[in-house]
């Protein structure tokens, strides 16, 4: 069964640093994996993503100050997040995401699983 448990989410000033972790189960080396968040009211947003190539992708609204690392070889993912501001405050989740690639098998299943957040607030 695989469970995605994320941590280091806590209360920052604004231009504060917080570095959050997500500790994975059950996935392997192929999958894909993601930081998502989530604000009062509003819709859940990407903020990065590192593929199984190892290949990093940011939101626009990060503009240089986050860092994605880790991913389903590592069996845990990571994001030093730096300048915070207080429109960052969300909660923050783990994402994982695998397609199936059997060759014989016309539709192969994909997997995507989600951690329960964790919760980010900057404020002075």
């Known amino acids: 069964q695989v469970q995605l448990v994320e941590s280091g989410g806590g209360l920052v000033q604004p231009g504060g640093s917080l570095n959050l972790s997500c500790v994975a189960t059950g996935i392997h080396y192929r999958y894909n994996m993601a930081w998502y968040r989530q604000a009062p009211g509003e819709s859940r947003e990407e903020v990065a993503s590192?593929?199984?190539?190892?290949?990093?992708y940011y939101a626009a609204f990060v503009e240089g100050r986050f860092t994605i690392s880790g991913g389903g070889a590592e069996n845990a993912l990571y994001l030093r997040m730096n300048n915070l501001q207080p429109e960052d405050t969300a909660v923050y989740y783990c994402?994982?995401?695998?397609?199936?690639?059997?060759?014989?098998?016309?539709?192969?299943?994909?997997?995507?699983?989600w951690g329960q957040g964790t919760q980010v607030t900057v404020s002075a």
């Open positions: 994402h994982a995401y695998y397609q199936s690639r059997i060759p014989w098998v016309a539709d192969n299943p994909r997997y995507e699983y």
């Open positions: 590192i593929t199984a190539d190892g290949d990093t």
